[in-house]
């Protein structure tokens, strides 16, 4: 018991390193994900903008939606927030900080594949072939505007016959990863400059009101767990009760409906005690066939 | 029976995780069975939309029931639901509970391979090569040909080695195209499941929390009261056959002694517990014997036998026979036999 409770309490007291070991394994999995992913460019006008922007921004939405879902805390504080208020009072800051320290691990993965993705710059190549300006670009300047929209959208596909050897091409190209992973070093500075700031900033401002809902909102957490194992401890003394109460039955049966001499004394070796007076074959196919037929009631009074 | 109970609450409290654990690990077979798979479109008009749709379709149907079949809970609950009610009501919200956990955790790993097929591209593109709109991404100046023979033409494309429409319409375009299209729905179908398991989770503590609380209980609660009915009875089942051998070789020996006309022997008070575990059989012959018996006629299934005023053994002993043997029943059976 002892053992089980020193387990118990270094996984309790590690509940958060359990979240933040989560989050980096999703950021990690955002990352893998986005590797092994096929990025494949239609490298056509009006699909080139929807296919980018949409690699770009969906996988996020769906990574932050999983980092809400794997995250258990979610569950604990939307039941707080929406139990009735009962005979404890409702303390919004707890829920506001179980919300927002929820929300700053869900939003690291969506913002690690945005990172990567302007970092690797095929998404914005993609989307934005076609928005650049044919004039700065030499083999773009002189072509008609129809035909120059659907050159610039094949710019994403290296293979493609018409721009397999066009040096204009690698010079869009390259014009606009540079822009891209401008975007994506620009990105990662400043979430990292805010991150520093917040996290340098925050005992100065409210540091005990930070600690008391910290606090409760471990608390919070701690009882709903104790609560599910108290639970399934009683559900297994029940349980236990119940069949021994059926095995008792059962034997008050038979001594009933038998002709035999009752067994009196208690066993010399302790195995009467286990054969619970079911002791031949008919006994026992009577008694699991009770089982399933009329199964005890549930009450163990 | 302490340390048992702390490793029964250990892995109650975390049957969760364990059937998580599984729910991950055919999540992960499914994408491996998908790259072990060899894709082989067979280019031809009509095939081409049962081959791919048929890959996109029958796999998950099969990881769906392969998810109910690898579940133990499902014997409970099929046991649980035909059960005739008796002395206890049956609680349909529980069945709900335990039919819905099991579902969502079987949907797993097909929605898995649905995403990684249409994020792949294969199915799609040889699915619907034969729909790619050569309007507007064929070439302008491409021969007249009969609609059949653009269905035959554009039914290659997935096999670029035996492709012969390049004047048609590019092979590369084609397959950019489809492939778009197919990643687009491939996210769009992730993003969707993603969303419904979010507002599954998320609305049930704003609905019904105490219904689910209860019906969770109850869940577990059957589930447990089944594993300690079979403890329970491999328990018995252990004594009753613990007492039916001893009984045996008591019988055995009795008979034996009974035939042979000899005196019993008594152990002496200093024998120790090796020689009572001898049980009256002492010499080979006599195993032999009783192996033989054990064979060819075991006894029957029942420890209750009529008790007979007997003076064998036990008349010195002063205690009052726990175990009135049945030499009537056991020599009837060991006579027949001889």
């Given at each position: 018991?002892?053992?089980?409770?020193?387990?118990?309490?270094?996984?309790?007291?590690?509940?958060?390193?359990?979240?933040?070991?989560?989050?980096?394994?999703?950021?990690?999995?955002?990352?893998?994900?986005?590797?092994?992913?096929?990025?494949?460019?239609?490298?056509?006008?009006?699909?080139?903008?929807?296919?980018?922007?949409?690699?770009?921004?969906?996988?996020?939405?769906?990574?932050?939606?999983?980092?809400?879902?794997?995250?258990?805390?979610?569950?604990?504080?939307?039941?707080?927030?929406?139990?009735?208020?009962?005979?404890?009072?409702?303390?919004?800051?707890?829920?506001?900080?179980?919300?927002?320290?929820?929300?700053q691990r869900a939003m690291v993965a969506p913002v690690v594949w945005i990172i990567v993705t302007l970092l690797d710059g095929k998404c914005l190549i993609c989307a934005f072939s076609g928005s650049v300006d044919p004039e700065k670009f030499v083999g773009f300047a002189n072509v008609s505007t129809v035909q120059v929209q659907q050159l610039l959208a094949k710019v994403p596909c290296k293979d493609d016959e018409l721009m397999r050897n066009n040096t204009s091409r690698k010079a869009v190209s390259r014009y606009l990863r540079c822009w891209s992973q401008a975007l994506g070093w620009s990105i990662l500075l400043i979430l990292i400059i805010a991150a520093f700031l917040a996290r340098w900033l925050r005992p100065c401002f409210n540091q005990a009101t930070l600690l008391q809902a910290r606090h409760w909102s471990n608390y919070i957490d701690i009882e709903q767990k104790i609560f599910e194992e108290t639970c399934c401890e009683h559900s297994r003394l029940f349980a236990h009760k119940c069949i021994l109460h059926f095995f008792e039955s059962m034997r008050q049966e038979i001594k009933l409906h038998s002709l035999s001499l009752p067994r009196e004394g208690e066993g010399a070796d302790g195995e009467e005690d286990l054969l619970r007076g079911i002791t031949d074959q008919d006994q026992v196919n009577k008694l699991l066939k009770t089982w399933y037929c009329e199964k005890p009631p549930l009450d163990v009074s | 029976m302490d340390k048992f109970r702390m490793i029964f609450q250990f892995f109650q409290s975390n049957q969760e995780s364990f059937m998580n654990g599984i729910c991950g690990i055919m999540a992960l077979a499914s994408t491996q069975m998908y790259s072990a798979f060899d894709f082989n479109c067979p280019c031809l008009p009509h095939y081409n939309l049962a081959y791919g749709l048929g890959i996109l379709l029958v796999p998950p149907f099969i990881l769906f029931l392969l998810g109910f079949v690898l579940n133990n809970n499902i014997s409970m609950l099929a046991e649980e639901w035909r059960r005739p009610q008796g002395q206890r009501g049956k609680d349909p919200s529980v069945l709900r509970y335990m039919f819905c956990s099991m579902a969502q955790r079987a949907m797993i790993a097909p929605a898995v391979w649905v995403s990684v097929t249409l994020l792949d591209g294969k199915c799609i593109t040889c699915?619907?090569?034969?729909?790619?709109?050569?309007?507007?991404?064929?070439?302008?100046?491409?021969?007249?040909?009969?609609?059949?023979?653009?269905?035959?033409?554009?039914?290659?494309?997935?096999?670029?080695?035996?492709?012969?429409?390049?004047?048609?319409?590019?092979?590369?375009?084609?397959?950019?195209?489809?492939?778009?299209?197919?990643?687009?729905?491939?996210w769009c179908f992730v993003l969707l499941m993603t969303t419904l398991a979010f507002l599954v989770r998320s609305l049930r503590p704003c609905f019904s929390q105490a219904a689910f609380l209860k019906s969770r209980y109850w869940s577990h609660y059957i589930d447990i009261e089944r594993k300690l009915f079979d403890e329970t009875c491999a328990e018995h089942a252990r004594s009753f056959a613990k007492v039916c051998i001893q009984q045996f070789f008591e019988g055995m020996s009795t008979d034996l002694v009974a035939a042979r006309c000899h005196l019993p022997r008594k152990a002496p008070a200093d024998a120790g517990e090796a020689a009572e575990k001898l049980l009256g059989i002492t010499d080979q012959s006599t195993m032999n014997m009783a192996l033989k018996s054990w064979h060819r006629c075991k006894p029957p299934l029942n420890l209750h036998p009529p008790a007979l005023p007997t003076g064998n053994g036990w008349a010195g002993e002063g205690q009052p026979p726990t175990h009135p043997s049945a030499p009537q029943r056991e020599t009837a059976a060991y006579y027949s036999w001889v």
């Open positions: 018991m002892d053992r089980f409770r020193m387990i118990f309490q270094y996984f309790q007291s590690n509940s958060e390193s359990v979240m933040n070991g989560i989050c980096g394994l999703l950021a990690l999995a955002s990352v893998k994900m986005y590797t092994s992913f096929e990025f494949s460019c239609p490298c056509l006008p009006q699909y080139n903008v929807v296919y980018g922007l949409g690699i770009m921004f969906i996988p996020p939405i769906i990574l932050f939606l999983c980092g809400l879902i794997l995250n258990r805390q979610s569950l604990v504080m939307l039941e707080e927030w929406r139990r009735p208020a009962g005979r404890r009072k409702k303390d919004l800051a707890v829920i506001r900080y179980m919300c927002s320290s929820i929300m | 699915a619907f090569c034969t729909s790619v709109p050569v309007d507007t991404l064929g070439n302008a100046s491409h021969p007249h040909l009969s609609q059949g023979e653009i269905q035959r033409v554009l039914a290659r494309i997935p096999c670029k080695e035996i492709y012969n429409g390049q004047q048609l319409i590019a092979n590369e375009v084609a397959i950019r195209y489809l492939r778009c299209i197919s990643q687009a729905l491939g």
